[in-house]
């Protein structure tokens, strides 16, 4: 805005010359123009005071949620601290590393907050100075102007330069907190919860330490890409869904497991129900006999050729419909044959958990095999103790793990969430 104007001055400026019009109409006409531009130049000197005073206070502001989810994350740790030492625990070590994970995180926030306020009063200075330079400057340059039109050109630009001098400061300043300060302390913020988290996590997995997780598939992190086998649904949520689209059949992903043999595998996996899903009816009425073929409407975990059962995340039809077939075994009012290869080692849930039927689409609420939004009459939220899983195998292995997501019909269970630890 204010650029334009100074390049209509020298626009006018310069026509005037070309025109023919005389060297002193020209000194007036610019003269004129000057005296436009001071107030003009008045009221830039506030705006970038202004910006300068916003731009502290949004950081100071960011400064204090970063403190806020610092204090948030201590009462985790020392939450966590007093679960562990009542279990006399081999986690300690960890929790040491998170601690001092913490102190670091606070001490670059502090140092990171007196940058701000010297970056940011260094900044206000140097527009003042800035200013006052050029207010003086202004004077002595309408006193001396020059009639020809390289002078008036000139000063134009020295006028345009200084501007974007200014500007140029509030921009520094700022990008210089980002860049430094925020983005570090932000980032160490997040590392120190990814570890609490997974602390926290593998304590799920029966806290007796050693885990090491070999798969971290989380879809609601906009920059997690599906493995390739599946392919990212166009749902309201980001989920992992299939890609072949024939009745009673899976895709597989298989699951690289570095670091050795392992004996036990823990986790979770959270998915979405879409339509009608069927849990063990495949199985149920005989359609599919085997751990090869599509036994369950949800994911199968394997692992080896042919395929051992880790465990089994089924989807059921609804909470409501206790006689069919299609539901949970936690929701029915009949036997519902589990394959005796999975026996007990299931999860098994439905969203809908209120009268009515699902029809063909999808249930964003309540996500399967969280343990969480069972209506009264099911028992499948704490059937097994959802979300965490932990599977001890009959021997040693260091086999890719599988996870094969199957339906019987077009209705399935695209997956959000799958955390596997091993050891
Ligand atoms: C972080 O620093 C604040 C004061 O700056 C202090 O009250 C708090 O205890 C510190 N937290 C940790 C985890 O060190
Ligand atoms: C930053 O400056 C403000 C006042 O300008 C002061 O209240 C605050 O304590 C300073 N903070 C730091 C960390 O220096
Ligand atoms: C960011 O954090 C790291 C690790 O604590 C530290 O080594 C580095 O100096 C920090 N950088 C800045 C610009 O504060
Ligand atoms: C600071 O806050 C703004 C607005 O809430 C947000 O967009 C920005 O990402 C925050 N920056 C950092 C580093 O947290
Ligand atoms: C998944 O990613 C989201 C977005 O990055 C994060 O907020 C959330 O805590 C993560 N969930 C888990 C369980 O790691
Ligand atoms: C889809 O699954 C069916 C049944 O398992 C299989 O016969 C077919 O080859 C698969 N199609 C593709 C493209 O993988
Ligand atoms: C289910 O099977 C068990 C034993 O396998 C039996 O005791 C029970 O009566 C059966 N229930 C129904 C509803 O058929």
């Given at each position: 805005?204010?650029?334009?104007q100074l ?49 502290l206070?949004a950081?100071?502001?960011?400064l ?7 204090n ?13 030492q ?8 960890k ?7 913490l ?9 990171g ?38 002078t ?6 020295s ?25 570090n ?12 988290l ?7 997995c ?14 609601t992190d ?5 493995p ?13 869904g299939r ?10 992903v298989?699951?690289?497991?570095s ?10 996996i ?13 199985y ?5 006999t085997?751990?090869?073929?599509a ?7 394997t692992?080896?050729?042919p395929?051992?059962?880790i ?7 609804s909470?409501?419909?206790p ?15 589990v ?14 958990h209120?009268p ?11 996500p399967?095999w ?54």
């Open positions: 805005m204010r650029s334009l390049v209509v001055v020298a626009v006018v400026a310069f026509s005037l010359m070309q025109t023919g019009v005389s060297q002193c109409d020209v000194l007036r006409v610019v003269g004129a123009m000057y005296e436009t531009l001071s107030p003009l130049l008045t009221e830039m000197k506030q705006d970038l005071a202004t910006e300068m005073r916003e731009g206070a950081l100071r502001e960011n204090t949620n970063i403190q806020q989810q610092i948030a994350l201590t009462e985790t740790v020392s939450n966590l601290e007093q679960t562990l009542q279990n006399n625990d081999e986690q300690t070590p929790l040491d590393m998170v601690k001092s994970l102190i670091s995180v606070n001490t670059s926030m502090s140092e907050l007196s940058a701000v306020n010297t970056s940011m009063s260094e900044g206000l200075s140097g527009v003042k100075a800035n200013l006052l330079e050029h207010s003086s400057q202004t004077a002595s340059e309408l006193a001396g102007l020059e009639t020809n039109q390289e008036i050109d000139s000063k134009l630009d006028l345009d330069s200084k501007q974007d001098g200014l500007s140029m400061t509030v921009t520094t300043a700022h990008s210089e907190l980002e860049r430094n300060v925020l983005t302390v932000t980032k160490e913020l997040k590392k120190t919860a990814d570890y609490i997974e602390l926290a996590h593998t304590y799920e029966g806290g007796t330490g050693g885990w090491r997780r070999v798969v971290y598939l989380n879809m906009p920059n997690t890409n599906c390739s086998g599946w392919q990212l649904t166009s749902h309201s949520k980001r989920t992992c890609v072949n689209t024939s009745i009673l059949s899976c895709d597989s298989l699951f690289p497991v670091g050795g043999d392992y004996t036990s595998v823990c986790g979770s959270r998915a979405y129900q879409y339509g009608r899903t069927d849990a063990f009816e495949a149920h009425r005989g359609h599919v085997t751990i090869e073929g036994y369950v409407s949800g994911v199968s975990l692992h080896g050729n395929r051992q059962h465990w089994t995340f089924a989807a059921g039809f909470e409501t419909t006689s069919r077939d299609d539901v949970c075994p936690c929701d029915a009012s009949i036997n519902i044959t394959p005796p290869f999975v026996a007990g080692d299931y999860f098994c849930e439905s969203e809908i209120y009515g039927t699902p029809t063909n689409s999808f249930y964003p609420d309540d399967l969280d343990g969480e939004g069972c209506g009264s009459s099911s028992s499948c939220c704490s059937f097994n103790n959802p979300p965490y899983f932990t599977k001890t195998l009959p021997s040693p292995t260091s086999d890719p793990i599988e996870a094969r997501l199957c339906w019987l019909d077009i209705h399935g269970s695209p997956i959000e969430f799958i955390e596997l630890y091993v050891k």
